[in-house]
T-cell receptor, first 113, second 116 residues
Framework: SQQGEEDPQALSIQEGENATMNCSYK?????LQWYRQNSGRGLVHLIL?????REKHSGRLRVTLDTSKKSSSLLITASRAADTASYFC?????????????FGKGTKLSVIP | NAGVTQTPKFQVLKTGQSMTLQCAQD?????MYWYRQDPGMGLRLIYY???????DKGEVPNGYNVSRLNKREFSLRLESAAPSQTSVYFC???????????????FGPGTRLTVL
């Protein structure tokens, strides 16, 4: 079952604009990760934020986490055509000696040159 | 480093045929995973191996078997393929053994499988 749900499902913006994607989840997490997938390729890790962190930056990426609302957002600033891809949030869960990542269904971002 | 490699890249099977998807990583990672990705469904975990010598079921294990051949290699076998197994299959690995904390996963390029 999907833990994270991204919103919107699809987003189209002009190059240079900012893109914001949201992720909501249902149960307690240890961390939340964002991945990018270019068409026909594997997933690439972007950033990990732990449950005790509220905000994290990496280059043009800014991730926030609100554990009280069980939500996270990914902001890509000054978007480029090369940012066109699908973006997935994945929640890190633990329990009973196992630890898995559970992926959402993704947001498809199109950046128009 | 090649990272995570998968073979084959594409495969077409007839219903009832069997095949094995191969995965190897050269990053000395402890944990390895097999996912399937279907349109509108995101990634779903099929099986995982927390460390060499162990394997466990994920969310959708029915119709699949796995083997952790050694620390580098983790294979996925379809014994009797069905059209419902048409999907893109991804292998991934992570450094920290499963159950010992949080970690990034590194993905292979995927295998696109069609079952007729």
């Amino acid at each position: 079952s999907q833990q994270g749900e991204e919103d919107p499902q699809a987003l189209s913006i002009q190059e240079g604009e900012n893109a914001t994607m949201n992720c909501s989840y249902k149960t307690s997490i240890n961390n939340l990760q964002w991945y990018r997938q270019n068409s026909g390729r594997g997933l690439v890790h972007l950033i990990l934020i732990r449950s005790n962190e509220r905000e994290k930056h990496s280059g043009r990426l800014r991730v926030t986490l609100d554990t009280s609302k069980k939500s996270s957002s990914l902001l890509i600033t000054a978007s480029r055509a090369a940012d066109t891809a699908s973006y997935f949030c994945a929640t890190g869960n633990s329990g009973a000696g196992s630890y898995q990542l559970t992926f959402g269904k993704g947001t498809k971002l199109s950046v128009i040159p | 480093n090649a990272g995570v490699t998968q073979t084959p890249k594409f495969q077409v099977l007839k219903t009832g045929q069997s095949m094995t998807l191969q995965c190897a990583q050269d990053m000395n990672h402890n944990s390895m995973y097999w996912y399937r990705q279907d349109p509108g469904m995101g990634l779903r975990l099929i099986y995982y191996s927390a460390s060499e010598g162990t394997t466990d079921k994920g969310e959708v294990p029915n119709g699949y078997n796995v083997s952790r051949l050694n620390k580098r290699e983790f294979s996925l076998r379809l014994e009797s393929a069905a059209p419902s197994q048409t999907s893109v299959y991804f292998c991934a690995s992570s450094l920290i053994p499963l159950g010992q904390g949080t970690d990034t996963q590194y993905f292979g390029p995927g295998t696109r499988l069609t079952v007729l």
